[in-house]
Nanobody
Framework: EVQLQASGGGSVQSGGSLRLSCAASGFAFGDYAIGWFRQAPGKEREGVSC????????FHEPEVRHRFTISRDNAKNTAYLQMNSLKPEDTAVYYCAADPVGSPIVARRGLAEYDFWGQGTLVTVSS
């Protein structure tokens, strides 16, 4: 059974940090690109960051660039999203997802490219 388990969300004040984890099982994790997405209340789900299957290529959307860092540990079948300098507008449910095409990632960062999705973890940033 394919599973993606996102965790690490919580409530923080503006300027704080959180580290999200995405634990995968049931598929060849090292072959898949991983993406982090988020959905704020009343808004559509949007891409945040993505990483190639080998971890040698990453991409961050402009609104999180220089604040968020995506990484992965293929030996642990886990991906991470380090979020620093959090802002109230970062408040959302964060999802991790897996794309069977490990690379390239930038051209394939749309939601439709990702086959497997986790259940989401809530991040709340207060001002």
């Amino acid at each position: 059974e394919v599973q993606l388990q996102a965790s690490g969300g919580g409530s923080v004040q503006s300027g704080g940090s959180l580290r999200l984890s995405c634990a995968a099982s049931g598929f060849a994790f090292g072959d898949y690109a991983i993406g982090w997405f988020r959905q704020a209340p009343g808004k559509e789900r949007e891409g945040v960051s993505c990483i190639s299957n080998r971890g040698d290529n990453t991409f961050h959307e402009p609104e999180v660039r220089h604040r968020f860092t995506i990484s992965r540990d293929n030996a642990k079948n886990t991906a991470y999203l380090q979020m620093n300098s959090l802002k109230p507008e970062d408040t959302a449910v964060y999802y991790c997802a897996a794309d069977p095409v490990g690379s390239p990632i930038v051209a394939r960062r749309g939601l439709a490219e990702y086959d497997f999705w986790g259940q989401g973890t809530l991040v709340t940033v207060s001002s």
